[in-house]
């Protein structure tokens, strides 16, 4: 990860920085996601990838109406493939066991 394309830093790799906004867009940015496709991390790379659309449109700057929405439903359809398996199937919301752990959250 310490690749001087990804704009990655010694402090935001060690988290030297607790909370730091500008580290956290960076973890998660377009170049990340990009090396790490790169270098087989494909399944970790398309999640990056997500994460950094999703930010993008939740910022909202520069970005058409409709790209906005196709990167939430991108960010959308990710939670739900994971919370509800069924949910191309059955959009039915009241379906959800909320009381499912979620994968990564103890």
């Not at 790799?13 to 906004?21: A, D, F, M, P």
Request: charged content about 25%; aromatic content about 12%.
């Amino acid at each position: 990860m310490r690749y001087p394309k990804t704009g990655l830093t010694f402090a935001a790799l060690t988290g030297e920085r607790k909370q730091s906004v500008v580290d956290a867009e960076r973890m998660l940015s377009y170049l990340v996601a990009k090396f790490l496709s790169e270098n087989g991390y494909e399944k970790e790379g398309e999640y990056v990838n997500i994460v950094s659309g999703w930010h993008e449109a939740a910022d909202g700057r520069s970005l058409f109406e409709l790209e906005r929405c196709r990167k939430n439903y991108a960010m959308l359809n990710m939670v739900l493939d994971d919370w509800m398996p069924w949910h191309k199937t059955t959009h039915n919301f009241g379906t959800i066991d909320i009381n499912r752990p979620i994968k990564g959250i103890l």
